[in-house]
């Protein structure tokens, strides 16, 4: 029997770089942008990449960030520090000019996960969690996000590393996928995908004094607290 191949399989001329189209075009529509109204922006040397507020006098300031489809009822996943103390939380869908508005189900702020619905059409397929054992460095990866607010941006890279801890003031970043598929201001929350079109991570973190480097949460964490907020155990 023939195994399955992945969507991303074919090969371009050059024979070197899987063709991602058939990919992006799968899930595009299941990923979302974030438009928020929350706290200002704080500095710090590892940051994540939410959208710097244009004023620091403590008044809250719009906010930007990236959610995805990740179960058939259509609840969403994000990082909590991009809806935390939110106003009003609007999602921007592929191809609608309304943004919808949104509200949390439920978060952890620790692990700096959210879960979010929204009255929206449930994209077919949903972005479905993969599995962080099953994950290789040196493997292709993509990220979907609206990075500077630019919506659906498809940026590629590979993991770069796996299982790196990091803390970042109260937040506890347990076996992180390091990545170099460019990650900016605006994609916190966003999939990292494989190419099997599993979410192997959530975008969550950039070092700021260097290019190249981006973390996100690793599916197996995500499974694990979405599976506490929800109730339910997800596939």
Known sequence: MKKAQSLASK???????PNFVR??????????????VQLPYRERTMILPWDRPAGRSGRSALNIGTGFVFHPKGYILTNEHVVSEADRIMLRA??????????????????????????????????????SKDVRVGEWVLAIGSPLGLDHTVTVGIVSA???????GDRDYPNLIQTDAAINRGNSGGPLINL???????????SQSSQGIGFAISADVLRKRVNEILGESIS
């Open 196 to 206: 099997r079109g599993e979410v192997v991570g959530m975008n969550t973190a950039v």
């Open 162 to 168: 796996k299982n790196r801890p990091l803390q970042i």
């Open 94 to 131: 592929f191809g609608k000019k309304e943004p919808i508005q949104a509200e949390v189900v439920g978060r952890d702020r620790r692990h700096d996960i959210a879960v979010l619905r929204a009255d929206i059409d449930i994209p077919s397929p949903v972005l479905r969690l993969g599995h």
């Open 23 to 36: 990919l992006v075009e799968r899930y595009k529509k299941s990923v979302l942008g974030i438009e928020v």
């Open 11 to 17: 090969r371009s001329a050059s024979g070197s770089i």
